[in-house]
């Protein structure tokens, strides 16, 4: 009885064995199934991660970084509305050609009447390549103290580098830029192709606090944002849209079309071809002559989004060329397609000059541009009296002495049959200047 509990009990333990070699044997031989798994999940992470850095690297030598890091405005880019006009503003300078803020400050409260959608600083109405880092962001703090809240402060922060385009780009948006406007670096322009120019601008946006507006102005840098670069930056969640000074409507319509997908918006940047931006897509401009006839170029606008097409061609046309002559732009032959010919001649002495006739502080420009010549300043004058925006009345001598006409004092509207006109005297200072009563037409 005995002996056979013992043998029960004895094939029970042997069971037991053989049942825990078994499942160890399972264990075991999961584990190797595990192991296999692993390395399966392995080699795969291994040929994605090939893939993806084969990607990567082609990406990357397009110049697209595969992982945009999220600036806490990345949401503001999305929802900033771009539309509308915006005067690059142009910069005052003492007679030691230091900033004069205090004339800053005087055209600023004139500009703040004015329906701009907002400013931009430091474009190349403002001379920026020929202010220092730290001018360049005073400037922007100065404007940002005078600036109605509802106005949008769009600074320039282009610089040769990357690295010192993030670290100005920074600056500005710390002095209470709402957006950045990124000019195309141009030195080594033979070097500047989509790949370099999408990882500089990639690098840019994916550092910069605030959204950032491409800026391409082939005639002054000498190269034209491409656009397959323009297509692959309008993906970025930090890059709001382009500002194009090229000036070539084609260009412009085709960018528009090709980023119809995205959050991205077009500024034309120049009064000259305003009209004929809107017409393809464009939802702004930044014009030069809008520190001019600020006014006018804000009725083009509405004139043009309110398809009141016979009077924005009217208007369009009077404008064409005062634009032409107060144009950054400088004139290069290569980049001068026919329709922006017109539109670039005097350049910022000229914007200056037609500041002062207009009310407001222009003076000289920075060394090395120089003041117009008189040929110029008669030309300039013919290109803005030709088109009745100035219409000397009374013109008697002027005799000015180096000191730019100021003190210019604004009367009166006057609607006359659906004619605007204002009514400006001026009485210069310093010089043996007379009161010259001039009666702008608009
Ligand atoms: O000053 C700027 O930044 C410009 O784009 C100039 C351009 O708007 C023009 O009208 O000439």
Known sequence: MIKALIERE????????????????????????ETRREGGRREERG???????????????EGLSP????????????????RGIYPPIATPFTPQED?????????????????FRGLVVQGSNGEYPFLTEEERVEVVKAVRRSLPADKLLMAGSGCESTKATIQLTQKMAAAGADAVLVVT????????????????????????PVPVVLYSVPAN?????????????SEHPNILGLKDSGGDITQIGLIVHKTKTQDFQVLAGSAGFLMAAYSVGAVGGVCALANVLGREVCELEHLCVSGRLEEARALQQRLIEPNAAVSSICCTEDFDPPLTQVTRKLGVPALKQAMEWFGFHGGACRSPLQPLTEAETQQLRRDFCSNGWLIAVGLRKFNLSNTPMNNSRMSTWKHTGGQQSRWFWWAGFGGACEDQQVHKQV
């Not at 322009?189 to 990639?202: D, I, W």
Request: proline residues 4%; contains cysteine; glycine residues 6%.
């Open 10 to 33: 004895e094939r029970r333990e042997g069971e037991g064995e053989r049942r825990g070699e078994r499942e160890e044997g399972e264990r075991e031989e999961e584990k190797r199934r």
């Open 47 to 61: 040929r994605r991660e090939s893939r993806s850095w084969r990607a990567v690297s082609v990406l990357l030598s």
């Open 67 to 82: 992982a945009w890091k999220q600036t806490r405005n990345h949401a503001a880019a999305a929802r900033l509305d771009l």
């Open 99 to 115: 900033v004069d803020f205090q004339k800053l400050e005087e055209n600023l409260q004139k500009y703040a009447k004015i329906p």
């Open 185 to 208: 670096p141009c030195f080594y322009k033979g070097k500047m192709n989509s790949p370099a120019l999408v990882q500089h601008f990639t690098k840019v946006a994916d550092n910069s």
């Open 221 to 233: 840098t000498g190269l034209e944002l491409p656009l397959d670069a323009v297509m692959g930056l």
